[in-house]
């Protein structure tokens, strides 16, 4: 397996799975790091090995890991190209993120255009050479995947775990993008041999930190620069599109689906969703982590509020209720020390792609969404200039996440309501803090 996006994400989620899979000695991983090469740096150090913690309400339980085969530096193209080409190398994963998607299935960023620019000469070479690097992960999957076809190295799977709707529609459509420039040929091999997997991913982790390092050594016995530390539990829901070997994940509990949609919109909308609205309206109330923000009983409201919304969009046999109870014992683990911070990056993507789709569904049932406009109106007033206060201001804000609900007068001006509770919401958080 080759995997993109290394970090403690994957070596709790898509890397711990693979570990436990009852054929887990016939498999290793190469992993390459994002858009840093320290992951790498420290994981090649020691060998592939980390230590994984799970922390539970009741204890700590650690266990040596050794599903990595090599880590490389992300920047490392060359390394990745033959890979990916090699007959050997079956499943590739990504988690690059959502913007590293890019913002439309349908049209490239700037970015991945001067990626294609790049592809484009570098197809043109025999030999794939060329001046220039790919510089997006996708970009660097594209050209791998041309060698690949070049070499006539079979079919393969690409499985997609970042937290956006059809995940793997996402990556085949900006893959195909990637790769016209290679020629129709090359297209309908893609089509032909390229298996492109929808996934949906479940497993809080959290930074690790001094403290998880220590742990560690105490734990194991073992120094880790690299540890990781997530809950007891975790969940991963595949697509059925596989086009080549892959490990016995279901012996791990893994569930391999025909219909993915509905897995993925309630985790997208309940867990997402509902972390989202912890870190907006959460942080601007002076909350650190989700525990923290969980133990308050107005912001604790509102994701229930949430859950009751997305709970009667989703389908009676996907048993949500269950994955509410579970998901308030997770949220209240004080144990594990989830950054309202951390989840907090990209707020604007993770808005449009957790919070947005809720809204909608909302709006046309005739409901406003109180509690996810709750999360869009705190991101708003942290974000906008005090003269953008009322109306238009709340209306620019939302054109950036949708502009078909920036049209929709009567949900602007709730928009705009709520935007003034949580601009004076943050002033009294912040007078609290000066007070302190």
Request: proline fraction near 4%; charged fraction near 25%; charge should be negative.
């Amino acid at each position: 397996m080759v995997h993109l996006g290394l970090g403690a994400f994957h070596r709790a989620h898509q890397a711990w799975f693979t570990a436990m899979a009852s054929d887990a000695p016939d498999w290793g991983i190469a992993a390459f790091s994002g858009r840093r090469p320290e992951a790498a740096d420290v994981l090649a150090a020691q060998d592939g090995l980390y230590t994984l913690i799970e922390r539970a309400a009741e204890g700590d339980r650690a266990r040596i890991m050794d599903p990595l085969s090599r880590a490389y530096d992300g920047a490392d193209v060359a390394a990745l190209a033959g890979l990916v080409a090699n007959p050997g190398v079956s499943i590739v994963t990504l988690t690059i993120t959502e913007v590293g998607y890019g913002a439309s299935r349908t049209k490239l960023t700037d970015t991945l255009r001067q990626d294609r620019d790049i592809l484009r000469a570098r197809f043109a070479d025999a030999h794939l050479r060329g001046d220039a690097d790919p510089r997006t992960a996708l970009g660097r999957l594209a050209l791998g995947l041309e060698a690949r076809r070049r070499a006539d190295g079979g079919g393969i799977t690409i499985v997609s775990c970042d937290n956006l709707p059809d995940n793997g529609g996402v990556t085949r459509d900006v893959l195909r993008m990637l790769l016209e420039p290679a020629g129709g040929a090359a297209l309908d091999q893609f089509d032909e041999l390229v298996g492109v997997a929808s996934a949906s991913v479940d497993r809080i982790t959290p930074r690790a930190t001094d403290a998880d390092r220590a742990d560690a050594l105490r734990l194991t016995g073992y120094s880790d620069a690299a540890p990781v530390v997530t809950e007891p539990f975790a969940d991963w829901v595949i697509a059925n599109a596989f086009q080549a070997p892959r490990p016995d994940w279901e012996s791990a509990g893994v569930r391999i689906v025909e219909d993915l949609e509905p897995f993925e919109r309630r985790k997208l909308w309940m867990l997402n969703g509902a972390h989202t609205l912890l870190a907006t309206a959460g942080r601007a109330r002076g909350h650190e982590t989700v525990d923290a923000a969980m133990n308050d009983s107005v912001v604790s409201g509102w994701v229930e509020q949430l859950w009751d919304d997305a709970i009667r969009h989703l389908p009676a046999e996907l048993d949500a209720e269950e994955y509410r109870t579970r998901l308030r014992s997770r949220f209240a683990n004080g144990r594990i020390r989830h950054l309202l911070d951390q989840i907090a990056l990209d707020t604007e993507t993770k808005l449009r792609m957790r919070v947005i789709p809720l809204v909608r569904a909302e709006r046309a049932e005739g409901r406003y969404a109180e509690a996810a406009t709750r999360a869009i109106a705190s991101w708003v007033a942290a974000s906008a200039a005090e003269h953008d206060a009322g109306p238009e201001g709340a209306r620019a804000a939302l054109a950036t996440l949708d502009a078909e609900l920036a049209d929709d007068e009567t949900y602007v001006a709730v928009l705009a309501e709520v935007v003034r509770e949580e601009r004076a919401a943050g002033q009294a958080a912040g007078a609290r803090m000066v007070a302190r």
